[in-house]
């Protein structure tokens, strides 16, 4: 079997090492009939960097925008990377601004969910962060579970402590 040349992501770095990502493959494909337009494998550049899918709600997106402070598309933001699969520890991401999308769509996921999200990708283990917070090569599968929190700077306590709150107000008392 022969694989068509892929190109090479332009935040690689190293030689090309291409690897199943996919966590359960074996699984899923014996005794089942798959048509063309099915994929079958997820294959990844491991020596690349990674990027990890958000999905931020429309009504938290305005914080985060906030936090970029000149309107170059190279600024990021630190996040916080909690891999369910290892919960001890945390690793470094960067969230770009080139790397927010501009328009907030219906969360497909979840179907009984009304909220409308806005999708940004999160970049980790790029070669210009530290080592020791990299993701461990074995925790490099499509489909982990991760929680993440973006470090937005200094914010007022209030709104910290007591956003939650407001918006239950706001949604189930005022406007019910």
Not at 55 to 80: T, W
């Amino acid at each position: 079997v022969f694989a068509p040349e892929f190109r090479r992501s332009r935040n690689a770095f190293g030689p090309t090492v291409w690897k199943v990502v996919s966590a359960d493959f074996q699984e899923q494909l014996v005794n089942r009939w798959v048509k063309p337009t099915d994929p079958l494998l997820r294959v990844g550049n491991t020596a690349g960097a990674w990027q990890i899918e958000m999905k931020i709600p429309q009504k938290h997106i305005g914080q985060i925008l906030r936090a970029y402070k000149a309107g170059d598309p190279n600024e990021f933001l630190d996040v916080d990377v909690l891999v369910t699969s290892l919960p001890t520890e945390t690793f470094k991401g960067r969230l770009y601004r080139r790397d927010v999308t501009a328009e907030a769509v219906q969360n497909k996921d979840d179907h009984d969910e009304s909220e409308l999200v806005v999708y940004a990708y999160v970049r980790i283990n790029e070669p210009d962060l530290a080592r020791e917070g990299h993701i461990p090569e074995e925790l490099l599968v499509t489909g982990v579970e991760v929680h993440t929190k973006i470090r937005c700077g200094d914010r007022s306590l209030g709104y910290c402590l007591f956003n939650g709150v407001w918006e239950f107000l706001y949604e189930h008392v005022f406007f019910s």
